[in-house]
């Protein structure tokens, strides 16, 4: 590769600088196939990384005090020493909006935009998890759309009314994404203008609902369907479409934290990816940059430095250690892959006849393409970086005294660990298994929710908290069940609480 | 391609709504750490911001999340000892993470208090919420003090930002008619008799030449009119409107016998600053009067009040004696709502109490608004507070209340300045 002059490497930033720096990160991009959204790069202030985490990655917030409660904490935390900011945050939107910090030298800035504009952005566009379920170019509008909606509902209904209606919400917002169905895209103008046809139309959808009464005693003795007919898993959905009481503008914010939480449910699910997939493009575009002579031997040596920072992975008797890194595993694995694609082993070939040996990029891309954590894990975590993390196993059955060591980096273990390692990232696992299993509506109109345990995991003591915000949506009796060993029901939770006699009534 | 924006320059203050949502929404548990640290404060500086600490148990937003017990499955890196089968003793349940067991995101359980910063501001406002005189009346037109700007009418002189166009134009056209009209009227006439000369049938040259000549003297008359004169202008007035306002002084009676131990002495100086500063805070225009009395009372100045030393005997009747000197001198009680505060320890000399009683119930009490009686002891009431209870049964604006420790002096000063539900008009 012919050398040529390198980019200037001053530790301080101007624009025209970046933009050269930009200039050449694209192209080496480009070179790689990644395929992007147009960036758009956006230069702020610390304080305005501040309220940007404030308002958790959405660049348009509607207003709720959590959001406030969120920036005096990283506000003390960072006046404290306590935290650094991220270098960078990028939002899956189209154009692709990332922020640098005004703080940053120029290497920094170049890490970042290799990172996040060009690695975070192509996995934005690319993986299917991201295709399927966001729409980059519609979500700015619509959290636009979210955010005056709820401005103009408290103007009408007063800002403590709101507020109630989006923390209750807000507590189950993990339980307002649809796991299995895909969503339609729709555009910004046909939400506005179905809004309030909905409106009106699922006020009185609702109201002939609890109409429907079954006449006469005729079918008495007839097991009554049960309503829903099946489980349902999104139980903001079902409030939104179901609640008795609720008026129209509260269905909407409903309706709104629940698209707001399945926006981010692809995030939640690809941590391990996003970062991993980030990392290996910022190494391999500047260490391309560096082969071709464009960045000097002063620029890589900061770039290294803050780049084994942040793949770092500490050991589980390390002060430091909490949990396992996500960036460091997801650049590991991805690397790993060239390495299996580049140069094979013996144990490789056995291991991944499929990408053993194929074209590096190829496999890079359809792993990108086509996975989340869990599948990528169970999929391409090979031996070797089982050893390089000397992963281990623990087995921890509160039933018996001692915690066990179920497998290790060896022969005879490594599907274990690995299997135990994807079902970690499996979110289905982490997250409560809570479903919506009757709703009364002949008689008391009291709605019922079936925990079903992982593992045998109790469900924590929030849940009577959680309950009573799910009460002042349906506005009936709510009541949280868990079947117990003899295979009934057990009410574990109910709001109001009626009496704590009656805790140990059992539901038919 | 990519696009830089450098938002920098952009308002930064984002967050601002979501903060003051936030300090709204746990105001009752903010409110409760200002009370605890007002009575934390030196005594000079009761008025700085404050860190606020909320115990996190009390801003939880609750979710649906694992708890413990069950079994749990997790891969841990960095093997140094294990093999599989390896029995490893549980670690005691407690926080941290000694033996990898730091599984952050589902277990988010810490009792580590929330402490935040508030400004003086947000401070002092929620120090004062919802507190007020009683019974303060808007009665006095003060010519001194509060003034409202009106417009009123145009003058013919002012400064250039004031110029009404309108009205200057109108005036302008208006001279400029008055100006000219006679000219005008000659050259009617004049053109009249010239149209006649030109129609007639004989030659009038002469004639008709001098008209010509005479006609064109007057228009250039006519157009010599300026079109605009500073005569003309017309500027926007403003006058000073006097408005009604509530002159109001305070009277602040503190006891400084040697019977005030230095902790008494303390918790009344606690008390009138936290006075004063609601004043100052809440009434722009207040007066306030500061009597210390032993033996004998003594008018000074705050810096005395607050600091001075000197100590004596106690005659609580001097300073009633002084208020109502000062009160007929300076404060006519048609002009003034009156105010008082007496802090004490209740220690007087035991024949000077029923004089004090009359003082108040025919001297002050009929002039004023409101008066109020602390007193600070741990010992049983004696005279002085028996006395002023009688006062208290008869009389509405007359409150009293007792002080033990520095923990009393806020909730007192809340109940004896609460706002009152059905106010007085």
Redesign the interface.
Known sequence: MTKRTPLDDQCDWN?DL??QY?IEI?RVAKHYRLDTY????????T??M??AY??VGMPIGY???????K???T??NYKRGQMGLAYEIVINSD?CIS?LM?ENSMTMQALVMAHA?YGHNSFFKGNYLFKSWTDASSIIDYLLFAKNYINECEQKFG?SEV?SCL?AC??????GVDRYKRPQKISLEEELKRQTDREEYLQSQVNTLWRTVPKGSKNIEDKKPSFPSEPQENILYFIEKNAPLLKPWQREIVRIVRKVSQYFYPQKQTQVMNEGWACFWHYTILTHLYDEGLVTEKFMLEFLHNHTNVVA??????PY????NPYALGFNMFIDIRRICEHPTEEDKLWFPEIAGSNWLDTLHFAMENFKDESFISQFLSPKLMRD??????????KS??????????E??YKK?RS??S??YNLSN???N?QVVNADIDGDRSLTLK?T???????????D??IK?LYSLWQFDVKLVQENENGDDEVIARCPNVQQSSDREKAS | MANFIDRRLNSKNKSTVNRQRFIKRYKSQIKKSVEQAINNRGVTDVDRGENITITKKDLSEPVFHQGKGGVKDRVHPGNDQFVAGDQIKRPPQQQGQGSGQGDASNSGEGDDDFVFSISKDEYLNLLFEDLELPNLEKNQLDKLIDYKTVRSGYCAEGVASNIDIVKSLQGSIARRIAMTSSKRKKLQELELELSLLVDDKLDHIQEIKNLKKEIEIINKKIAKVPFIDTFDLRFRNYTKQAVPTSKAVMFCLMDVSGSMDQATKDIAKRFYILLYLFLTRTYKTIDVVYIRHHTQAKEVDEQEFFYSQETGGTIASSALDLMAKIMDERYNENEWNIYAAQASDGDNWADDSPRCKKLLTENILPKSRYFSYIEITQRPHQTLWQQYKEVATTTDHFAMQHIKTVEDIYPVFRELFRKSKNKVA
């Open positions: 624009f970046l933009t930009q694209e147009t960036n758009q790069i956006e230069v702020i202030t304080e305005q501040m309220d404030a308002s207003t709720h005090w959590t959001f406030g409660k920036f005096i904490q506000e003390q154009p922020y005004e504009c800002i507020e923390d807000h507590a189950l917002m993990n339980h992975q500490p050991d589980y008797n390390s250690y909490s949990g396992i993390f000397k992963l281990f196993y623990l087995h921890d059955d509160d005294s001692f915690i066990e060591v179920a497998a290790i980096h060896n005879s273990g660990v135990a390692l079902e970690q982490i997250e409560v809570i925990y345990p992982h593992q045998s995991v109790p469900l924590a003591d929030s849940k908290e959680v915000h």
